[in-house]
Each structure stands twice: as structure tokens, then as C-alpha cells.
């Protein structure tokens, strides 16, 4: 016999999350509030953190922490806030990032080229490592663990142009490396997300920093309804993809994961290249 369990999965835990100002992270912040963590979410928008905050389920439990993670100076001292705050850290999610828009090399002069590659590589991946060098000392008090966010351009093309397809497949690097290096104190893993409708935005290099994805998702460009998709009448909601990060992030439901990347894309890798109209669809 099971006995009722009523506490959630991060009951008593404590989580810092980059980008927790909107999308995919104000989601993870909101689920993880509701499994019994208390949550720190770190961005470079000081109003849209504040906003998350007032507007969440157990502002009590949470911490608004504003500053770039270009900045070395900022994570650590966000980490310090946490810890003053909350007395320890379990759980990193590096997340905070930006798109290239699917701009392809042919659309970009050597300038842009190099102006995107600065600024999204110093988001997606300088950003990323910067999170877990300020962090894994507090990781290792803890036996804590990474969470961080890739995307389906983490193994696939047409996520993004070469330069965000490059960025997120050094996020699949990252989770290996550092996963081999923080062992056995502290578990590394990723959730590689597909399309999600947020507030993702562009590099302010090329101007593209005021256009948001939901837009392109208003105007159908991208669709939670793409043919090529297995599961494509799943939801595009970030709060539909959160289920992953309370997983990895758990000790007791994943302490012996390390190095993994759970696909949460509706299946993009199993889609082949066959007539999926004469299957799964008339199901
Ligand atoms: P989002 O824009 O809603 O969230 C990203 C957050 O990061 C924002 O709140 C933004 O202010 C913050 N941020 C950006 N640059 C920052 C910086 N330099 N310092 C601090 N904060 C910064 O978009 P999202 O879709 O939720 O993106 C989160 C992650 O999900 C990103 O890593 C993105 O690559 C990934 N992702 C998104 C999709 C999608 O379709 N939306 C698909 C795959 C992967």
C-alpha cells in the first residue's frame, strides 16, 4: 500500500531560476512553487520580476532578483541573496535567452554575423556557465542539482538559424561536461523545449530585441498545430512543459539522473519522413 503523499515533489527545497521574468521560467517558477520549493527568479527586467512575483501563488516563498547574466558580479550576488534569504540552494536553472529569429547565414552580412554571435552566444552560453560558476559551490552544500533549458535546436535544425542552433547544441555540451565535473556532489541535466509561446526575444544587435515570439505565434508563423509534428495538437503553453524540471530537479524521483536531456518537443525525433496522414492521425 502507498501511503497518501500530500507534500509536492520540491517540498522544503529552494530554487534560483535565470529569465524568470516571463515564459518557460515564470513557468517553472509558478510549478516548482506549487511542489513546495521556494523560488528565486533572476532577469534583466526589474518591473516584469516584480510583476511575476505579485502575481504568483506564494509571493511569500519568493525573491525577485534583478541583473544580467552576461554579469559575474550579479549572479553572485544573487546567489548570496539567496542564501541570505533562504539559508541554502538546491536547484539551478539556467534559462535566460534569446532567439535568432531562424535568421539564416545567407540573410546576415560578416558585421551582424559577428554582432549575433557576441550577443547570443554571451546569453545562451557564456550566460549559462557564468549561472552554474556563481551557484555550484552552494549546489555541492546541498547535493543539489542543474536544470537547465535547451530547446529542440539543441539536436535539430530549423529551431533557429546557425548561430542560436549553434549556441543551444553548446548547451548540450555544457550538461555533459559539467555533469562529469560536478559529480558525484551535484546532477546536471537539461529539457530540451520545443516551440513555446512566449515572450522570447531577438538580439538587440540586428534590432530584432523588440520583436517577441508570441507574435510570430499570433500571426501563425508558428503553430502549435505543425503537421511535421507527432504530437502536434499538444499544447504550446509553457506551463504544459514544466512537468520535466520538477522531475530532473527531484532527489528522490531522479537522484540517480545525471548528463540526461528529456525531449519535450512532441516528438520531433520520431517524426521520419514517411506519410503520417495514413497514421496516428486518424486515430
Ligand atoms: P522569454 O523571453 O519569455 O524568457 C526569457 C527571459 O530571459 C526573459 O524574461 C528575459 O528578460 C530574460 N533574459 C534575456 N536575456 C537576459 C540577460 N542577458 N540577463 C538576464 N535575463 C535575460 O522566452 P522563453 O521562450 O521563456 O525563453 C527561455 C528559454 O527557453 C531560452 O533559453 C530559450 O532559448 C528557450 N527556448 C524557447 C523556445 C520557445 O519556443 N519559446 C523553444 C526552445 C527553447
Redesign the pocket.
Known amino acids: 500500500m502507498f501511503a497518501t503523499q500530500q507534500a509536492g515533489w520540491l517540498q522544503g527545497d529552494v530554487a534560483l531560476i535565470?529569465?524568470?521574468?516571463?515564459?518557460?521560467?515564470q513557468a517553472v517558477a509558478e510549478r516548482y512553487l506549487a511542489e513546495g520549493a521556494s523560488v528565486a527568479v533572476?532577469?534583466?527586467?526589474a518591473d516584469?520580476l516584480k510583476a511575476v512575483v505579485e502575481a504568483s501563488s506564494a509571493p511569500e516563498r519568493m525573491l525577485a532578483l534583478p541583473?544580467?547574466?552576461?554579469s559575474s558580479e550579479d549572479l553572485h550576488a544573487a546567489v548570496a541573496q539567496v542564501a541570505a534569504r533562504f539559508g541554502k540552494l538546491d536547484i539551478l536553472v539556467p534559462?535566460?535567452?534569446?532567439?535568432d529569429y531562424n535568421r539564416s547565414i545567407t540573410r546576415l552580412d560578416g558585421q551582424q554575423l559577428t554582432d549575433t554571435f557576441n550577443e547570443l552566444f554571451s546569453?545562451?552560453v557564456l550566460?549559462y556557465l557564468l549561472t552554474v560558476q556563481a551557484a555550484w559551490q552552494e549546489l555541492v552544500k546541498t547535493r543539489g542539482s542543474v536544470v537547465m533549458?535547451?530547446?529542440?535546436?539543441s539536436f535539430h535544425t530549423a529551431?533557429g538559424g546557425p548561430v542560436y542552433t549553434a549556441s543551444?547544441f553548446a548547451g548540450r555540451g555544457l550538461v555533459n561536461q559539467l555533469a562529469y565535473e560536478l559529480a558525484p556532489k551535484v546532477r546536471v541535466n537539461g529539457v530540451a523545449?520545443?516551440?513555446?509561446n512566449?515572450?522570447?526575444?531577438g538580439p538587440a544587435s540586428i534590432g530584432l530585441n523588440e520583436r517577441?515570439?508570441s507574435d510570430s505565434f499570433a500571426r501563425s508563423e508558428i503553430t502549435g498545430n505543425n503537421p511535421l509534428i507527432p504530437l502536434h495538437d499538444a499544447s504550446v503553453e509553457?506551463q504544459d512543459f514544466t512537468g520535466s524540471y520538477v522531475l530532473l530537479a527531484s532527489r528522490k524521483n531522479a537522484g540517480n539522473i545525471t548528463g540526461a536531456i528529456v525531449p519535450v518537443d512532441g516528438g520531433i525525433a520520431v517524426r521520419g519522413f514517411g506519410d503520417r496522414a495514413a497514421g496516428g492521425d486518424q486515430l
Open positions: 535565470t529569465g524568470g521574468g516571463s515564459g518557460i521560467g533572476f532577469g534583466r527586467d516584469k541583473g544580467d547574466v552576461r534559462n535566460a535567452g534569446i532567439w546569453i545562451n550566460g533549458t535547451l530547446s529542440n535546436a529551431g543551444k523545449v520545443g516551440a513555446m512566449t515572450d522570447l526575444r517577441t515570439i509553457p
